[in-house]
């Protein structure tokens, strides 16, 4: 055999019919973490029924009918972010601005409706901005991964015949019509003909155990910008309205290796999303007695129109392993062109309700409860698209099935210690979305040849900050926010037949924290 180079294909941008996303991807975007204002994270994002505070305001649009004055501020976050797997660490420090808004207030002198206010505020949801690194013994392989895949395809009919993986140069591109995996193992020889030449067998490793290696480098966000719109009635009960318009970047570079005693392959990854979507939120604070507060907000779905690109690469040194009747094998690997994908995605409505006591001038105390049911998520075609309208059926059947409602609870305290300087306390816990099967089996659906994953486990925030008004109209807040999270990191999900477990992945336990500054500056007119 000789050596394949796939480097004129790598100048031109296709889309591959047969790629398409998964349960992973959809959830990706769908959930968001705690950022905001430095005083509302200082409580532990807890500002649901308190509003007066952007991040309040971004939480329950009716929030920003209790300003009483027109309000501009800023946030800038300094973050660390590490993960740690056995020995090895990975850490990356950005500098971001996590919050920007303005509030208008219009009194109307109105004992009914006194008071109409509008504002619009930048918000970041997620950063993705990530790096991890793994190494361990592994007790499948990537190998035995791919050959059962091959077989499972090949058997649905997915595959109609071995020969459809093969690579031809010039004539013909497997890439554009063929699953990811299987045409990378057959180009990569980690699948061959066998002595009669009709069926494909996996690679003879002589028993040897791999050595495997995990990289990833993530970066990118989800950003948010509401335009709000409030009222209250008799003092006692507030409205809000936001229309809420997202943008997503998104990039992955990840590389999985195996090493054996005399060779190995390494399966390299490269993906880029961008996109935008469309919402709304709606909201109500009930005030009955002036030191007690009630909130219920509903953030509907958000409508994203999401543009992938992708390509991947299989390297091998495997000479040692052929069988002997394979000759003329020369060093190399296969890469593919660069493919891109468009598709929607649907992500689940989000509901908050919350309840704080403001006790005189000194004490405030909140707590906010939110659900999402993340099985509500959908991944759907673009509206012009020519393919099938039920291509995602079995993934979001997928999706239903290994993901449940999630709660998220945030509580936070304020203390005022002079009418200048107040400190503040919070914690919020969040839980993971994932149905306990899919926890338990670790048999999550990929899609493309991406195969390394995190099945995510509950994250948990620790704040504080402190805060400081220099006169009626200037105030600055700090806050430190410690976040921790264990994931069970997967180099390629565990492999079932017949619910007998045919490839035991082994996951690493990855340990993830990180650790925000937050300043904000705010100025009151």
């Known amino acids: 055999?000789?050596?394949?180079?796939?480097?004129?294909?790598?100048?031109?941008?296709?889309?591959?019919?047969?790629?398409?996303?998964?349960?992973?991807?959809?959830?990706?975007?769908?959930?968001?973490?705690?950022?905001?204002?430095?005083?509302?994270?200082?409580?532990?994002?807890?500002?649901?029924?308190?509003?007066?505070?952007?991040?309040?305001?971004?939480?329950?649009?009716?929030?920003?009918?209790?300003?009483?004055?027109?309000?501009?501020?800023?946030?800038?976050?300094?973050?660390?972010?590490?993960?740690?797997?056995?020995?090895?660490?990975?850490?990356?420090?950005?500098?971001?601005?996590?919050?920007?808004?303005?509030?208008?207030?219009?009194?109307?002198?109105?004992?009914?409706?006194?008071?109409?206010?509008?504002?619009?505020?930048?918000?970041?949801?997620?950063?993705?901005?990530?790096?991890?690194?793994?190494?361990?013994?592994?007790?499948?392989?990537?190998?035995?991964?791919?050959?059962?895949?091959?077989?499972?395809?090949?058997?649905?009919?997915?595959?109609?015949?071995?020969?459809?993986?093969?690579w031809i140069e010039n004539e013909y591109d497997p890439f554009l019509s063929q699953p990811w995996l299987p045409v990378l193992g057959r180009n990569a020889f980690l699948l061959n003909p066998d002595q009669g030449g009709r069926n494909l067998i996996p690679l003879n490793m002589k028993g040897e155990r791999a050595f495997a290696g995990i990289d990833t480098r993530e970066r990118g966000y989800i950003d948010n910008y509401d335009f709000t719109v409030g009222t209250t009635i008799n003092h006692v009960l507030n409205l809000g309205v936001s229309l809420s318009i997202k943008d997503i970047f998104y990039s992955l570079d990840s590389r999985f290796d195996e090493d054996f005693n005399d060779g190995g392959y390494t399966l390299n990854n490269w993906m880029t999303v961008k996109g935008a979507g469309v919402g709304a939120k709606v909201g109500a604070i009930y005030r009955p007695v002036h030191s007690l507060r009630f909130g219920l907000a509903w953030h509907t779905p958000t409508w994203y129109a999401l543009s992938e690109t992708y390509q991947a690469e299989m390297l091998e040194n495997i000479e040692s392993y052929l069988p002997s009747y394979d000759v003329g094998y020369e060093e190399g690997g296969i890469h593919s062109a660069n493919f891109y994908n468009d598709y929607d995605l649907k992500t689940p409505g989000k509901i908050v309700a919350s309840v704080a006591t403001v006790l005189g001038n000194n004490f405030i105390a909140s707590l906010d409860y939110e659900l999402v049911d993340y099985s509500k998520m959908k991944l759907k075609l673009p509206s012009n698209s020519s393919n099938d309208p039920a291509w995602y059926d079995g993934d979001n059947e997928i999706i239903s099935k290994d993901h449940k409602m999630a709660s998220t609870v945030k509580a936070g305290m304020e203390y005022r210690i002079t009418p200048q300087f107040s400190g503040r306390l919070g914690y919020a816990w969040m839980q993971n979305p994932y149905d306990a099967d899919l926890v338990r089996l670790g048999d999550a659906l990929i899609a493309g040849s991406n195969t390394i994953h995190r099945i995510e486990g509950d994250t948990h925030y620790f704040t504080g900050g402190l805060g400081y008004r220099f006169n009626r109209n200037f105030y600055l807040d700090m806050a430190i926010v410690y976040k921790t999270q264990k994931d069970d990191l997967y180099p390629f999900p565990n492999y079932y037949i017949n619910d007998a477990l045919e490839v035991d992945a082994a996951p690493f336990s990855l340990k993830n924290n990180s650790i925000r500054g937050l300043l904000t500056l705010g100025y009151r007119f």
Do not use: C, W
Request: aromatic residues 12%; glycine residues 10%; without cysteine.
């Open 1 to 166: 055999m000789k050596k394949i180079t796939y480097i004129l294909f790598s100048l031109f941008v296709f889309t591959a019919p047969l790629f398409a996303q998964s349960e992973i991807d959809a959830l990706r975007f769908s959930r968001e973490d705690l950022h905001g204002t430095a005083r509302a994270m200082s409580m532990g994002g807890a500002f649901g029924a308190l509003g007066g505070d952007m991040t309040g305001v971004s939480v329950n649009p009716a929030g920003i009918a209790v300003y009483r004055s027109s309000e501009v501020t800023g946030t800038m976050n300094l973050m660390k972010e590490g993960s740690v797997v056995g020995d090895q660490k990975a850490n990356r420090t950005d500098f971001n601005i996590d919050n920007i808004g303005f509030v208008g207030y219009f009194p109307l002198r109105n004992d009914v409706m006194p008071l109409i206010n509008f504002g619009f505020s930048y918000n970041k949801l997620k950063s993705f901005d990530k790096k991890v690194s793994a190494r361990g013994d592994s007790r499948g392989t990537l190998l035995d991964y791919i050959y059962n895949d091959y077989q499972g395809k090949l058997n649905d009919g997915i595959i109609k015949s071995p020969d459809d993986l093969k």
